[in-house]
């Protein structure tokens, strides 16, 4: 399952160029031109991470950010935008951006960029998913729920991690039978 993006910039030939670049190392995006189209498309999309410009047309980044951040979203956030000054940096990592790129900008380095903040933002949770008070812990090959062991099969215990991932996603039933049993299903997927 690839990684999703979300890319807000008011310049189209951005928002084109960040998210070919993305796309074509394996991650999903989807765009927003302006501060409440992305803020509407946290909530619809789930990102993992947001590329996120400053000045937009209605709501600018810091006040984007300020309104993920007080709504409990912990979503990695790097900042790319033409304001270049050593206070506007510094004013982005503080109200909790992860990383700020100055336009113009190369785009494997914001690939890089991209790749590292997700994987910072990985570390214990790549082991560990919940769900409420349910806990499944990948190195312990071990699910928990109100701190109580719970005994699962083995393809149980795929099915739970599949469904854990996508939590918040409709999957059909062809996806499910597909990564759970590796079938190949012609019926209806409903």
């Known amino acids: 399952m690839s990684e999703r993006v979300l890319v807000v910039d008011d310049e189209e030939n951005i928002v084109f160029l ?7 190392q394996g991650y999903t995006t989807v765009a927003a031109c302006d501060g409440r189209s992305a803020l509407a498309l946290i909530d ?3 990102p993992d991470l947001v590329v996120l410009d ?9 006040t984007v950010l300020r309104r993920m951040r007080d709504s409990g979203s912990q979503i990695p ?3 790319l935008s033409a304001r270049d000054g050593t206070d506007d940096r510094v004013h982005g990592l503080t109200v909790g951006g992860d ?9 494997a380095e ?8 997700l994987r910072r933002r990985g570390g214990v949770d790549d082991r560990t998913l919940s769900c409420a008070d349910l806990l499944m812990d990948d190195e312990a090959h071990r699910v928990t729920r109100a701190g109580a062991v719970v005994s699962l099969s083995p393809t149980e215990y795929t099915l739970l991690r599949y469904l854990l ?11 499910i039978l597909d990564h759970v049993w590796s079938y190949d299903f012609d019926g209806d997927s409903s």
């Open 99 to 107: 990383d700020y790129m100055v336009k113009p900008f190369a785009v």
């Open 165 to 175: 991932v996508n939590a918040g996603r409709v999957l059909t039933r062809a996806q």
């Open 54 to 62: 400053v000045m937009l047309p209605d709501i600018d980044g810091f």
């Open 44 to 46: 619809e999309f789930r």
């Open 110 to 117: 914001l690939v890089a960029r991209v790749r590292l903040s």
């Open 18 to 24: 960040v998210e070919s670049a993305l796309q074509l």
């Open 77 to 79: 956030v790097i900042f």
